[in-house]
């Protein structure tokens, strides 16, 4: 069964880091283009980062550049979201999905609505 897996989340302190991993099962991650979601309580789901397999091309949302970085290994068909200067406003869930229909590279506004097979999700906290 195809599937995605986020972990790595955690209690961290303002100011500090996290690496954030999205494993995917049953496929491979050839060809698509992987995005990282958040979800804080109250709120929508909005687009973190974006990381094409095909070309490498990377998309990043102002509120977190300069601060995440988005990588993947082919081998391990793993992304990771790695996260540091980490604030109390990035506490949320964090989701991977993947770009439907695969092979594009990544949007330039990462729309929920565009991705699918989403993983359970991984808690992340920054108290202020």
């Known amino acids: 069964q195809a599937q995605l897996v986020e972990f790595g989340g955690g209690l961290v302190q303002p100011g500090g880091s996290l690496r954030l991993s999205c494993a995917a099962s049953g496929f491979t991650l050839d060809n698509y283009a992987i995005g990282w979601f958040r979800q804080a309580p109250g709120k929508e789901r909005e687009g973190v980062s974006c990381?094409?397999?095909?070309?490498?091309?990377?998309t990043y949302a102002d509120s977190v550049k300069g601060r995440f970085t988005i990588s993947i290994n082919k081998y391990e068909n793993t992304v990771y979201l790695h996260m540091k200067s980490l604030k109390s406003e990035d506490t949320a869930v964090y989701y991977c999905a993947t770009e439907i229909p695969p092979g594009g590279p990544c949007p330039s506004w990462l729309d929920p609505a565009d991705f699918g097979s989403w993983g359970q999700g991984t808690q992340v906290t920054v108290p202020s």
């Open positions: 990381i094409s397999s095909s070309d490498g091309s990377t």
